[in-house]
Nanobody
């Protein structure tokens, strides 16, 4: 089992930047594909970005492509989400998620494919 703790959320003006971090503990972090999801009030949880066990394979939702970047540091057991050019519609609770995978190139985009979740961190973008 792996435990996930997100940090880095907050209030920012439109056009600003935030960097979310997710620290993992409990198992071998490098065995896990990681993802970021978000959920706005009254909406379903939405995929944001995913990264394979290898840091070179990533996937970003169209809504954030070119503005957000997912990355990981296996030496620090952490995954990050750099968010630039933030918009009010990016306001949500952001969650990181983990799934143990066999292949280093494997990543997932569906929430139901992840086994472990953090508690979430609030991101609020004011206009």
């Amino acid at each position: 089992q792996v435990q996930l703790v997100e940090s880095g959320g907050g209030l920012v003006q439109a056009g600003g930047s935030l960097r979310l971090s997710c620290a993992a503990s409990g198992r071998t972090f490098s065995n896990y594909a990681m993802g970021w999801f978000r959920q706005a009030p009254g909406k379903e949880r939405e995929f944001v970005a995913a990264i394979a066990r290898t840091a070179f394979i990533t996937y970003h939702a169209d809504s954030v492509k070119g503005r957000f970047t997912i990355s990981r540091d296996n030496g620090k057991n952490s995954v990050y989400l750099q968010m630039n050019s933030l918009k009010p519609e990016d306001t949500a609770v952001y969650y990181c998620a983990a799934r143990e995978v066999i292949f280093s190139s494997d990543y997932r985009r569906r929430a139901d494919e992840y086994h472990y979740w953090g508690q979430g961190t609030q991101v609020t973008v004011s206009s």
